[in-house]
């Protein structure tokens, strides 16, 4: 029987056709899908979030770490849906209004469900609205917004004046983006800032609570 | 002395006045919005701007306004857009912000449902979109056009149909704007068009009406690691054709062009690289130390290397593929201090760039902010030559005309002053 580290390795260094192969062989020996989540897959995007920040992986092996990893949910997705088991925590993703760049939005997204979020990703151009209502329905934890262009940063500072002003308990809001800084997250009214898809992920651990 | 000898002194890393680029080449430029307003600042001539680059929206400057901002550099450039229609047949159109501007015949946008414009590869309006500016933005983003991918099919030629060797029409449009630019004492930077190995801004090839291959963004950073043969296979494929190209270009350009633009494929992100120093040397390196050993055994010509972002682990990479020039030397990316990076590399390299920061303090800041950044970067880059002034990226739309006139004048002075 091969070890959930196994599978932390695997998906770590971004091998797909093994990250799935160790799963499967995981849950046929009775391994719960739970623990393949968070003690297998979880630990590995947390070593590509790391290696990441260190700059010893860069876009292109994170991409392919994520895919892995997302090959592995589509077995471990409905095992946990039939068993009533969900993610604790809730994020809302999306690249504000104006703005159509969604590497950097893609990436965090990726790494968010690699710590164990529930990620709903509302793609590119997105109005404070579509934000907010998705927030209210999933009733969200955190809500990320990304930017690239200096044109859309006003388009930022709107949507984070309109969630913040919601009035929906504990909602963290948070922000990334080439042209943002932390100076700016603060001018906004932000929860926080990061500023790469690792950095990301201990932020939204560490908005929700849980130890980064 | 002539702006094209302020400029060749700067190549050769030799002290003199500080040269200027604004708008030669599709990384060095200023939005139409701005451009026009600068016109309107300068009290020149009031008629619509064209859009001479239409995927970011980029205003042509005209001889009298680079007189105004004291511009040393001239552009010439290909005869197709980005989105594969020719800068040609041009008539007035009103941008959604109101400004009414002159764009090339093939450009024809139509509205979309979310109120937006999609813009159409080779002006077809049949085919699917391949450009999108939303609501309010002021620029265009690539469509993804991803066919779905059968790994045992890819053909390295599908991710080369835009690379094709040049045409007759292209020869007689390089003939007659080289014999224009000529003459006008300034320094001309010239883009052929198809040296760019794997620039992210060129996969989706907004300007092809099916492309095939790897076109979605992700795929293709993916394909770096997943698919490496195969974009070898690409590059190499690419580099042939490139190489033909130089030949004629040579002899059609020889020494009138100072400087060529090799390649705009970023390697940088905000805060790190697009991908590692060993992906650079084994992908990238040997096709660009091809193209820039060609250049220097058989032209008087630059070669210059765009790349955003903290791209300093790689700089000493740039420098031994053979790249002369980097642009735009984003000194608010991480690790990108000037000082440190004209100690380091300033005798090797030019900076085409870094002169203020355009994501911030342009746009943003105060005319005395934007003053005192442009002279603290000419302070930084300028001692002993190698440095052409320019903004980091291009001017962004909306940016206050205010703030772009102090940085003309704070360089103006800077020279004026003797430094």
């Keep these: 029987m091969p070890l959930l580290s196994d599978l932390t390795a695997a998906v770590a260094a971004g091998k797909r056709t093994d990250t799935v192969r160790l799963t499967q062989e995981l849950l046929a020996a009775g391994t719960s899908p739970q623990d393949v989540v968070e003690k297998g897959l979880v630990p590995g995007m947390a070593i590509v979030g790391d290696r990441f920040k260190r700059n010893e992986i860069f876009v292109p092996e994170m991409l392919v770490a994520a895919r892995a990893m997302k090959e592995a949910l589509k077995l471990l997705e409905p095992l946990l849906a039939a068993a009533g088991i969900k993610p604790k925590y809730t994020a809302i993703i999306g690249t504000v209004q104006g703005d159509l760049h969604d590497i950097g939005k893609n990436l965090i997204s990726m790494m968010w469900r690699g710590a164990n979020f529930a990620v709903i990703d509302l793609g590119t151009n997105v109005t404070a609205e579509k934000y907010l209502a998705a927030a209210k329905e999933h009733k969200a934890n955190i809500v990320g917004l990304s930017a690239l262009l200096t044109t859309t940063m006003p388009s930022m500072k709107e949507t984070v004046r309109i969630l913040k002003s919601s009035g929906l308990d504990g909602l963290k809001v948070v922000i990334g983006g080439a042209p943002i800084t932390q100076e700016f997250a603060n001018d906004i009214g932000a929860d926080g800032y990061a500023a790469d898809a690792g950095s990301a992920v201990d932020l939204a651990k560490r908005l929700v609570g849980e130890a980064a | ?419």
């Design chain 2, 1 to 419: 002395m002539t702006s094209r000898e302020k400029v060749r002194l700067a190549l050769d890393h030799k002290p003199g006045p500080v040269p200027v680029d604004f708008g030669s080449t599709p990384v060095t430029g200023i939005h139409v919005s701005c451009v026009a307003a600068l016109r309107e600042h300068f009290g020149l001539d009031r008629h619509p701007v064209r859009v001479w680059e239409p995927f970011q929206m980029l205003g042509e400057i005209e001889d009298d306004l680079s007189i105004a901002l004291g511009a040393d550099c001239t552009g010439v450039a290909g005869r197709g857009t980005l989105f594969g229609f020719p800068r040609e047949g041009w008539r007035e159109w009103r941008a959604p912000w109101g400004q009414v501007m002159l764009v090339p015949e093939g450009f024809r946008p139509r509205a979309e449902p979310a109120g937006g414009l999609h813009l159409f590869p080779q002006g077809d309006g049949a085919a699917r979109p391949s450009g999108h500016m939303p609501a309010g933005g002021y620029f265009f983003d690539a469509i993804i056009r991803q066919e779905p991918i059968d790994e045992d099919r890819l053909d390295p030629a599908d991710n080369c149909e835009e690379f094709t060797p040049l045409s007759a029409d292209d020869i007689g449009h390089w003939r007659r704007v080289l014999a224009g630019a000529r003459g006008n004492g300034r320094a001309i930077v010239g883009g052929m068009g198809g040296t760019a190995f794997g620039d992210i801004a060129l996969i989706p090839a907004v300007g092809l009406r099916n492309p095939r291959g790897i076109r979605d963004v992700s795929e293709w950073y993916v394909s770096l690691v997943e698919r490496r043969p195969y974009v070898h296979r690409v590059f190499s494929r690419q580099c042939e054709v490139a190489l033909k190209n130089l030949e004629v270009f040579r002899d059609l350009a020889g020494d009138a062009i100072d400087v060529l633009v090799v390649c705009g494929t970023d390697f940088g992100t905000q805060a790190s690289q697009f991908c590692s120093p060993e992906t650079f040397d084994d992908l990238f390196a040997p096709y660009y130390r091809i193209i820039n050993e060609w250049v220097h055994r058989n032209t008087s010509w630059k070669t210059f290397k765009h790349s955003c972002g903290a791209v300093r682990p790689l700089i000493g990479r740039f420098i031994d593929v053979g790249f002369d020039i980097l642009n735009p030397v984003q000194c608010s990316a991480t690790d990108m201090d000037p000082v440190r990076l004209k100690r380091d590399f300033g005798d090797r390299l030019v900076f085409w760039g870094g002169g203020v920061d355009t994501q911030h303090t342009l746009p943003f800041g105060t005319p005395a902010e934007v003053r005192t950044q442009v002279t603290e970067r000419l302070r930084a880059f300028s001692p002993g030559g190698g440095f052409v002034f320019n903004t980091i990226h291009n001017i962004q739309a909306m940016t206050p005309v205010a703030n772009i006139v102090a940085m003309v004048q704070a360089v103006r002075d800077f020279n004026g002053a003797g430094a």
